[in-house]
C-alpha cells in the first residue's frame, strides 16, 4: 500500500491501515528500539507495540515522506525513558543529536528546534558519504562500532576514528557559525 493512501486510510482510523504500516516498518522500529536497549531486550516489544499505537493515536499529524521518521522518533523517545525508569541512561555522548524536545513546545521554541534540526542537517551534509552513515548511525539509530563496522565491512578502528574526526568536525564548524562549544567534549 502506497504511504499517500495509507496516512489517508489511518486518520479514517481504519485499523487495517495500522496492520500494513505494522507489516512495513516492525523491523525497522524494533532495530531502533534494540539499538538502545541493549540489556533490556524484553522492553523492545512492548515498547514497539506503545510506539505504533501512540502513532495510531496521533494520525492526524502524520505527513508523507515522514511517517517512519516520526515512527522512529516516538520509538527512540520511549526506549530512551525506559531506560530511565530501569535507573540507566544513555552516556551523554549518545545524546549529542537528540534534538527532540522533552515537553510540548511553544511557538518560539518549535522554531528554535527547526533551526536546530536544519543546522544539524547543514552540518550532516558538510561530512563525506561514509562519515555521515557512521555517525548517523552511531548517534541517531544507537549502534556500536561493532555493529557499523560489521553492517559497512570496515575496521572498527576506522570506524572510531571517524565518528572521532566527525565530531571535531562538527565542532569546527558549529564554532564557525558562532555556537560555543567549550563545554562540548569532542
Not at 486518520?11 to 540489556?39: H, N, Q, W, Y
Not at 568536525?169 to 560555543?180: A, N, P
Request: neutral net charge; proline residues 4%; charged residues 30%.
Amino acid at each position: 500500500m502506497e504511504e499517500m493512501e495509507l496516512i489517508r486510510r489511518m486518520k479514517r482510523r481504519d485499523p487495517k491501515a495500522l496492520e500494513a504500516l505494522m507489516d512495513r516498518d516492525m523491523t525497522f522500529a524494533c532495530g531502533v528500539a534494540s539499538s538502545i536497549l541493549r540489556d533490556a531486550p524484553r522492553d523492545v516489544e512492548e515498547i514497539v507495540s506503545d510506539s505504533f499505537l501512540a502513532l495510531w493515536d496521533n494520525s492526524h499529524k502524520l505527513v508523507p515522506g515522514k511517517v517512519r521518521g516520526y515512527l522512529s522518533t516516538i520509538v527512540r523517545n520511549r526506549a530512551k525513558n525506559r531506560l530511565r525508569e530501569l535507573g540507566r541512561e544513555l552516556p551523554l555522548e549518545e545524546d549529542l543529536l537528540d534534538l527532540e524536545p522533552s515537553a510540548a513546545p511553544g511557538p518560539a521554541e518549535s522554531l528554535e528546534q527547526a533551526e536546530r534540526q536544519a543546522l544539524m542537517a547543514q552540518l550532516l551534509d558538510a561530512l563525506s558519504c561514509q562519515d555521515r552513515a557512521i555517525f548517523l548511525r552511531h548517534y541517531y539509530y544507537g549502534q556500536t562500532v561493532a555493529e557499523i563496522s560489521a553492517a559497512l565491512a570496515v575496521n572498527p578502528s576506522t570506524v572510531k576514528v571517524r565518528l572521532h574526526r566527525g565530531r571535531k568536525k562538527l565542532k569546527e564548524l558549529l564554532l564557525k557559525r558562532g555556537y560555543l562549544c567549550e563545554n562540548a567534549d569532542f
